[in-house]
């Protein structure tokens, strides 16, 4: 096979063998004698009706930094860096539909405020003197239905369209694997209707007029990378039999249709048209990609489209670029035919049907380096070659492609961050400029007096400054989260805004790490045990007592009463319990994959030996919980429980505490704070539902929360009520002590293991109609006789007994907390009183930290949210849609997904800022992590030995 693909290389313009692998800028060399000045690469080229100084383009690169669909402010500054005279700027990938949009931060151009901002970015790329072409596109089938819900959701198009939550294509062919920007399925698409298609159409026009409105000079038209009109273009996916399928003519029809929409609007010389033949983006994978794909760009070289920009071969996503060239040979392409070539003589043999028209150019891309960009220049193996990812880290490429400067490298990790960091702040060179005839031109001068600094790095030993990043989870910033007066955004604290944090569990301490990382608060966390580390903490004996029945949270956990008279007072020892005890088990393994459960947060969880589990023990992670959390020991008040909240002038709050000392008595005091958050967790409080005669049962009950180990039922015969993660792991780990066989009560089938109790010594019952003396009857007649214990697996409450009516509303039914947007802002009390830690199912620890990271942001005025009616909106419609029980259940994996980005959006502002230098808690769940979970999923299904058709990536609850 290396024989073929040193061929193919050969063939295919120089240069790598893929274009998404780091390649070395020195692997082609230029001879000695060559003046790179003087290069081909500099001279003018004629594109339409605009003429170009030089043949370098900036590709199309969508950098995830617009936010519900408006393109940053950012844009106007790192265009702005990038821009030369004359030179021509493609834009990121627009949306024409708002209904599908493709991903969180794609931008879009439908309404006047997405035109305003797009506006000031090529304002910006115009004074430098630079062209804009603004590249449109349709996704098509490489969406995904949770994407479609929340485009549609964005839109106010509550409830799906009349063939459902479905994304759109040629056919209804499915892309396989999962789609990388909501972790869930791609899915059957909804095959377009004629009428449909002429719609999108328009759309494609009116999203031009909006592009020409905002300043474009001209369009590029995406048909490629796998997205919509490429999905038309390829018989694998295309199974038409109408006008739009069967054959090239009509599998070109709908780009064709598009492109003479659009013509309409700027006319075919300041039209682009982008295609991929050799690539199998999003699996397009037609039997005949040259032919169609010539096809195509003979009738948009007849048309007098400006130019077609063809990726070239070595360009492959799905596969390997070895496994791409097979399956180019193996559809009969001769190897010098997987190349540019057979475009470039097309495109000089054919004339625009109009004679007053220049012919169609050539653009190639994909993988270039300075010195095969310019040899392929210099052999006529394209018009002009267009870049990307150097782009991205060299604001002035140009120059150093013609001095022949050295380039500063890219950091991957920040391609599709959201922030400056890895966009806006990478610096011009600043090294030895011996080559060079002459000074810098005054527009490269002022390139450099807009980029934002290099973050700390400083020079590198080639003269040249690089961002400083360190991948996802390095920041130059680290060494500055202690400091409580943090430099952000060029602003600095002078007053320290007091917070209490309740619980120094999981979520109390991330909450603590974010506002400190952010700095300017003053933190103090109250712990009701002696030690921190929350649900993570083992307890051999618990001393949780629950109530049979307990329904509802005041039942079990009401408030405690205010010792009269003044305080601090000292009082004797409270007798009421505060579940301090936590429901921790000895055999207990977590349910989320160690790298997904800490992985970006302030916690570092050991890595497992090679072949051991990728699910924790109890044991180890309570051991590196502990140890994270005991840095944070100076901030932390133990003993010493929160048991009232009162509403103080100018939104300040005034909260009382009772500490338990070690003399057996209680200090109760109060103390003011400028804000209140809540982390208190929601696996303390056991719920027992009311089931008649449970009070007239005389055999043993208890709660899932107290049991510690299967032999606590030995020659039991029990029966446990629930299938819960704790169910299963109850049921399963007595089998080989208790009575067989163990009794299981299912109201619904495990969510994602629903045959986990079909196991020897494991019987599946229905649901309990009622409790007798001696016997337990099942819904379905089936009466239970000789159990001797039943074990509750039926979760816990959210309740929060410190809270009055005056400060809120109580938990509906201990399930929900009423008057939250996005399950952590109060609604009741925005500027004082946040929720960290509420949101639940299968959630990373870096869940948390972002949310609090969010709330430092708001309280110190770095953000906005939407105004008070969205929120409640939003509360109302996740309400709608689910229950007070599932409220705040992310159930779906891509509700995880996507609850990231929805996070992230909400920090615009500050995102926005050119000055930010810490945005690491404010990134995209990482596909990686989705990779992790779906092989997670896979060690689940074979420890217990479940033989099913994976179909969803997932992982299991992190309740304990």
Aim: charged share 20%; net charge negative.
């Amino acid at each position: 096979m290396a024989g073929v693909a040193a061929c193919v290389a050969k063939a295919n313009a120089r240069g790598p063998t893929s274009g998404f692998t780091d390649v070395s800028d020195d692997e082609v060399q230029l001879p000695a004698e060559f003046d790179r000045q003087a290069a081909k690469l500099f001279t003018p080229l004629r594109v339409g009706a605009f003429e170009l100084p030089h043949r370098i383009i900036h590709a199309a690169l969508g950098r995830s930094r617009s936010a519900n669909g408006v393109e940053s402010p950012l844009a106007a500054i790192y265009f702005a860096q990038r821009a030369t005279p004359g030179a021509l700027i493609i834009s990121q990938a627009t949306g024409v539909n708002p209904q599908f949009t493709p991903w969180a931060f794609a931008v879009e151009l439908d309404a006047e405020a997405n035109i305003k901002a797009l506006r000031s970015t090529i304002d910006a790329v115009h004074a430098k003197g630079g062209l804009w072409f603004q590249q449109l596109f349709h996704v098509g089938r490489s969406s995904s239905p949770g994407l479609v819900k929340r485009a549609r959701d964005r839109l106010g198009l509550y409830g799906p369209p009349p063939y459902g939550y479905k994304t759109v294509s040629a056919s209804d062919v499915a892309e396989s694997g999962i789609n990388t920007h909501s972790g869930e399925p791609f899915g059957p698409p909804h095959p377009l209707e004629i009428a449909e298609i002429k719609g999108l159409v328009s759309d494609f026009k009116r999203t031009a007029q909006n592009a020409v409105e905002a300043g474009a000079d001209g369009i590029e038209i995406l048909s490629g990378n796998g997205f919509l009109l490429d999905q038309f273009l390829h018989d694998n996916v295309n199974k038409r039999t109408d006008q739009y399928g069967g054959s090239e003519e009509n599998r070109a029809r709908f780009a064709l249709e598009v492109v003479d929409a659009v013509a309409e609007v700027v006319g075919y010389q300041k039209i682009g048209v982008r295609i991929s033949p050799f690539s199998n983006f999003h699996e397009t994978d037609g039997s005949e990609p040259l032919e169609q794909l010539l096809y195509l760009a003979r009738e948009l070289a007849i048309r007098g489209v400006a130019y077609i920009q063809v990726g070239e071969a070595r360009v492959s996503r799905n596969i390997g670029i070895e496994d791409n060239l097979n399956r180019l040979l193996a559809k009969g392409i001769a190897p010098e035919d997987i190349s540019l070539r057979p475009f470039l003589r097309l495109l000089r043999n054919t004339k625009p049907s109009n004679p007053s028209f220049v012919s169609t150019v050539l653009f190639g891309s994909g993988g270039y380096t300075p010195t095969t960009a310019i040899l392929t220049i210099e052999e006529d193996l394209a018009d002009a070659v267009v870049f990307g990812r150097r782009f991205i880290s060299n604001p002035d490429l140009i120059d150093r492609i013609r001095y022949g400067y050295p380039l500063t490298s890219y950091d991957r990790s920040t391609f599709y961050t959201h922030g400056p960091r890895g966009y806006t702040t990478y610096t011009n060179y600043e090294g030895p400029k011996s080559q060079r005839s002459g000074d810098t031109s005054e527009v490269s001068s002022k390139l450099k007096q807009t980029s934002n600094g290099n973050n700390g790095s400083g020079p590198t030993s080639e003269g040249f400054v690089t961002n400083g990043t360190n991948g996802v989870n390095g920041h130059a910033t680290e060494n500055k989260i202690a400091n409580a007066e943090h430099i952000v955004s060029g602003h600095k604290e002078t007053k320290s805004k007091k917070v209490a944090i309740i619980g120094a569990g999981i979520s109390g301490i991330a909450s603590a790490s974010a506002f400190r990382r952010l700095g300017g608060f003053d933190l103090h966390i109250f712990e009701r045990k002696s030690v921190p580390g929350g649900s993570w903490v083992f307890d051999p004996v618990s001393s949780n007592a629950p109530v049979f029945p307990a329904p509802d949270p005041e039942v079990i956990n009401p408030p405690q009463a205010r010792p009269a008279g003044e305080l601090p007072a000292n009082t004797p020892r409270n007798k009421q319990q505060r579940f301090t005890s936590t429901p921790l088990y000895e055999q207990l393994r977590a349910n989320i994959p160690f790298d997904v459960m800490s992985g970006g947060s302030t916690f570092e969880l050991p890595i497992p030996e090679p072949g051991a589990s990728v699910f924790l023990t109890g044991a180890e992670v309570s051991e590196s919980v502990a140890k994270t959390a005991h840095q944070y020991d100076n901030l932390i008040r133990y003993n010493t429980t929160l048991e009232d909240a009162q509403k103080l002038p100018e939104d300040k709050l005034k909260l009382l505490f009772r500490r338990e000392n070690e003399d057996g008595t209680d200090t109760w005091y109060e103390e003011d704070f400028d804000h209140l958050i809540v982390a208190t967790g929601h696996n303390s409080v056991p719920r027992v539902p009311k089931i008649a005669g449970l009070e007239t049962w005389t055999g043993s009950l208890s709660h899932a929360t107290t049991w510690r180990s299967g032999e606590e039922f030995r020659d039991k015969k029990i029966l446990i009520v629930g299938s819960s993660e704790s169910a299963v792991d109850v049921a399963l780990q007595s089998v080989a002590h208790a009575k067989s066989p163990v009794y299981v009560s299912q109201r619904t089938p495990h969510p994602r293991y629903p045959t986990v109790f079909s196991k020897p010594g494991v019987r599946l019952v229905t649901t309990v109609s009622h409790f007798d003396k001696d016997s337990i009857c099942l819904n379905d007649g089936t009466v239970l006789t000789g159990i001797d214990h039943v074990v509750f697996a039926t979760g816990y409450f959210y309740t929060y007994p410190f809270f009055s009516s005056e400060i809120r509303p109580p938990a509906v039914a201990g399930h929900r907390i009423p008057g939250t947007y996005q399950h952590i802002f109060d609604i009741y009390n925005q500027k004082t009183i946040a929720f960290i830690g509420a949101v639940n199912g299968s959630l990373a620890w870096l869940t948390w930290e972002k949310s609090a990271f969010l709330v430092a942001l708001l309280w110190s005025g770095r953000i906005e949210l939407p105004p008070l009616e969205e929120q409640k909106k939003w509360e109302a419609r996740r309400l709608a849609e689910t229950s007070d029980r599932m409220f705040h259940i992310l159930a779906q994996p891509y509700e995880r997904v996507l609850f990231f980005d929805e996070l992230n959006e909400l920090a615009w502002k500050y995102l926005q800022d050119p000055e930010v230098v810490d945005d690491a808690l404010l990134e995209s769940f990482p596909y990686q992590w989705m990779v992790s979970l779906s092989e997670a999923r896979q060690e689940k299904l074979r420890f217990y030995s479940i033989e099913e058709p994976v179909v969803l990536p997932d992982s299991d609850s992190a309740t304990v």
